[in-house]
């Protein structure tokens, strides 16, 4: 083998999280729409504690709940989506080969390792218009062990058939694509889409959609209504049944997260150690998440009491 052939066959990409994380933060903007109204709905009855009923209390109260609603809004979004995605992979992830394997590095633990022997190699390119004009070619790969099982998949642009996986898959896939042209790999036209999904973190449309439609009942809800406190209370019971059912996901990761720690006590230190941050970040999520529901409950209740007192 020359030597310029043999430099061709060692290779690596850095993965990352690519538009994801701004997906997500562009979600929690809306998520973090129900804050102010938990800060509106609390104010009066903080005052109404303190033993302060007076009209300049409350606003000096509001003043200071707006002084923190503001920050809330444009920091929280960013905030959460990078616990909640980079917190999992804090040491970052990247694909590597040599001649005789490739590896997608999750840390310091080896995700997947594919003699080239076992592999069976999917390569799915597509073309992106440009806004100025022109296009580009995209690249999705995916890598199965014929053996295990184990499966590598990484993409430069998320693919629109592609689900959501919350770790880093986006890299420039150029250097793999010219491996596998090198290795005479031919281009298919569908990859397995159920090797990417996460089965710990399952996503059901259904579970999104009724858990997105919790957010505006949280937010009437705690605004209440007018002539009655029922309506209030009935949408603020509903919008937090829908939370809580948003939050059935990650509550599920965190249960399983938690299984393959035990499991795995005394197995693969790598492994051990990209469960252990993963856990990190998975129970901030969950106590976001049960906290909603918390939230959502006792703004309702305080909303109503101040409409109607």
Known sequence: MSRHAKAASVGVVTLGFGWQYYGLVAAGVTGILPVP??????????????????????STLGGVA???????????????ACLTLRARQPRGASVVWDENEIVEWDGPWKRAAIPWSRAA????????????????????????????GATITAWDEDPEAAPVARRRRCGKM???VDEMERRGVKPAHTLDWSRVVDPDRPRRTWVLVLGRLGYPLVIAGTIGSPDSTTP????????AALLAIRALPVFHE???????LAKDAHGDRGRTAALRLKLRAVGFEAFARAMFVVLTVASTIAGGSVLHR
Do not use: N
């Not at 707006?66 to 959460?80: E, H």
């Not at 190699?121 to 295990?148: E, F, M, N, Y």
């Not at 209030?232 to 919008?239: D, F, P």
């Open 174 to 176: 150029q250097p793999l």
């Open 37 to 58: 109204c938990w800060l509106v709905a609390f104010v009066p009855l903080a005052s109404s504690l303190a033993g302060e009923s007076s009209h300049g209390a409350e």
């Open 254 to 260: 965190f249960r399983a997260t938690m299984r393959h």
């Open 121 to 148: 190699l999917t390569h799915l390119p597509w073309v992106v218009r440009l806004k100025r004009g022109g296009s580009r070619t995209c690249h999705a790969i995916q890598i199965a062990d014929t053996s295990t």
């Open 232 to 239: 209030g209370y009935i949408l603020g019971a509903i919008g």
């Open 66 to 80: 707006g002084m923190v609603a503001a920050p809330l809004l444009l920091v929280l979004p960013a905030l959460l």
